[in-house]
Structures are given as C-alpha cells and as structure tokens.
C-alpha cells in the first residue's frame, strides 16, 4: 500500500497567497525556458539556411551522423519525459517513495541518454567526423560539409551540456525530496523542475529531424 | 496496492501515458520515413510529424493546455517570436 504524506506549499511572505506563489514560479520558469528556446532556435535556423544554401553538402554530411544512435536517444528522452510526468503526479498524490523511484528513473534515463551521446562522439572520432580537431577530416573534399557538421556538434553539445545540468540538479533534487516535509513546504518545485526537463525533451525533438532526419 | 489507489493512480497517469504512446508512435513514423525514403518531398511529412511531437509535450507533458491563461499567452508568445524569426529570415533566403 501507498503512504501518502501530506502535500502543500509554504507561503513565503512576499506572496499574497500560495495560488500566487504558484504562479510566480511557473512564471519564472517559463521566462527562462523561453530565452532558452530562442537560443536553440537560432541553431535550428542555421541547420535550415546550410541545407538551403548547400542541399548536396548537407545530405552529404548528414549520412555520416548516427541516425538510429539519434532515434534510440530521442526514444530515451521520451521514457524519462513519462518517469518525468510520473514524479510530479505522484507528488501530487503524496506517493513520496514512489515520486523518488520516477525520480531516479529519470536521472538514470538522462545519463543512459549522454552515455549513448559520447559512443556517438566517440564513433563520430574514429570515422574522422571531427573537423575541428588535429586530424584529417573526412569530407575535407567538400569544405560546405564542414559547415553543417559544426552546427551538429554546437547543437548537440549545448543539448548535452543542458541534460546533464539537469540530470545534476534532478539528483539534488531528488535527495532534497527524500527528507520528511519536503512534499508538504515544497511539492511545487517537483512541477518547476518537470518543466524544465520536459523542455529539454521537447528540444531534442526538433534537434533529431533537423539534423538527421530530414531529407536524408 | 488496493483496488481504490490503482484506480486513483490511472486516473493521475492516464495523460502522460497516454502521451508517451502518441510520441512514441509518432517517433516511429519520422525513423520510419528516414530510414526508407519512401518518396520525394518528404521533409513536408516529417515537419509535420515534428510540429505534432512538439504539442503534445507543450500541451500535454507540460500541461499548457491546463495551466492559467496569463502562463498559457507567456508560453505562446515565445513561440510566437520564434515564428517571426523563421518567417523573416526565410522569406530571404528562399526569395532570393
């Protein structure tokens, strides 16, 4: 049988009511995640313009990138998107030991998804895909190619470095949820954080056609 | 577990499993169309496919759809601009 504790918000002074304080912190978190995805953004429309500008170049180059290596990741994030949307229900419901289970499936599923990221980089190394470093590259034949694959490793790389701030501050998180009245002073900060990683899923979602899969 | 809490516990996860089925299929599709290439101007389908992706867990997983009008305008309105900003610059480069 589930224990369920008690669930809530400790208002902080400056707040007329918890609804409001509610509210202020979705707020925040969507302002930040808004400055986020116009960051992202402007990589998704230097991928677009290079395959305008350079359509051969690109198909060229995306052949060389791991396509099912980026369609087992992307499934990856989905899983831990649902363990996401697991926690945050369960602490709604008070289900603690169960929120910290669908906690730690998340982080677990994130770290599962850099692991298969850095095999990838690591594949990417051997098959001399890496233009920027000391080595020959291999479409050095074509000098547009390069172009699109440093766009694929900023993007990607910014995507990694997002997931494993998250997965980092989720770990926190998650033994900060573990202490006794974490759900009844705190249970909103499992939603905020829910935010934040379904964000990250959301943009690996766009990542994954822009650069692999779109006319390949 | 009872009977009483199995059924509270669907009732709490019925939308988030329900949209990890919808991506999960959806997923499918665009993996399906790129590795077969099954015809031309298939770029039209998957950024279709793509922007379907992104509803469901803007909508859905990120409980916009639910969640008070001042945040569901503030969230929309960052998508808004992103619009602008592909709309723009595309009319250049595709006007050329």
Redesign the interface.
């Known amino acids: ?2 224990e369920a504790v008690p669930v809530g918000i400790e208002r902080l002074e400056h707040f007329e009511s918890v609804g409001q304080q509610r ?1 202020a912190a ?2 925040g978190m ?2 930040w ?2 400055t986020e ?2 960051l992202f ?2 990589l998704f ?1 230097i991928a ?2 290079l395959r ?2 350079h359509p051969k170049a690109v198909t060229l180059a995306t052949t060389h990138l791991k ?1 099912w290596i980026g ?1 087992a990741n ?2 990856v994030l ?2 831990s ?2 363990t996401m ?2 926690a945050i ?2 602490s ?2 008070g289900w603690q030991r169960g929120m910290l289970r669908c906690m730690l499936a998340t982080a677990g599923l994130g770290t599962l998804f850099l692991c298969l990221k850095g095999f990838e980089y690591y594949e990417d190394f051997v098959e001399h895909m890496v233009p920027f470093l000391a080595q020959p590259y291999a479409l050095a034949g074509d000098p547009a190619t390069r172009l699109f694959v440093d766009v694929y490793f900023v993007t990607t790389g910014l995507h990694a470095v997002h997931l494993f701030t998250g997965v980092s501050i989720l770990l926190v998180l998650t033994w900060m949820a573990s202490r006794p009245m974490f759900l009844q002073k705190h249970q909103n900060r499992i939603e905020i954080y ?2 934040y990683w ?2 990250i ?2 943009i690996w ?2 990542v ?2 822009v650069l ?5 | 577990m009872t009977q009483e809490e199995r059924r509270l516990l669907w009732r709490h996860m019925r939308m988030p499993a329900l949209s990890f089925v919808a991506l999960m299929v959806l997923l499918a599709v665009n993996v399906a169309l790129g590795a077969m290439l099954p015809f031309g101007h298939l770029w039209m389908v998957e950024a279709g496919v793509t922007l379907c992706m992104v509803l469901v867990v803007l909508l859905v997983s990120m409980e916009v759809w639910r969640d008070t009008p001042l945040i569901r305008v503030f969230s929309m309105l960052g998508f808004f601009w992103v619009v602008i900003l592909f709309t723009m610059t595309l009319t250049d480069y595709l006007g050329r």
Request: aromatic fraction near 12%; proline fraction near 2%; charge should be negative.
């Open positions: 049988m589930a509210e979705a707020l969507w302002a995640l808004l995805l116009l953004a402007g429309l677009l313009i305008i500008l396509f369609a992307t499934a989905i899983c998107s649902f949307s697991g229900e369960l709604r419901l829910g935010l379904h964000f899923d959301l979602i766009i994954f056609p692999y899969v779109l006319n390949r």
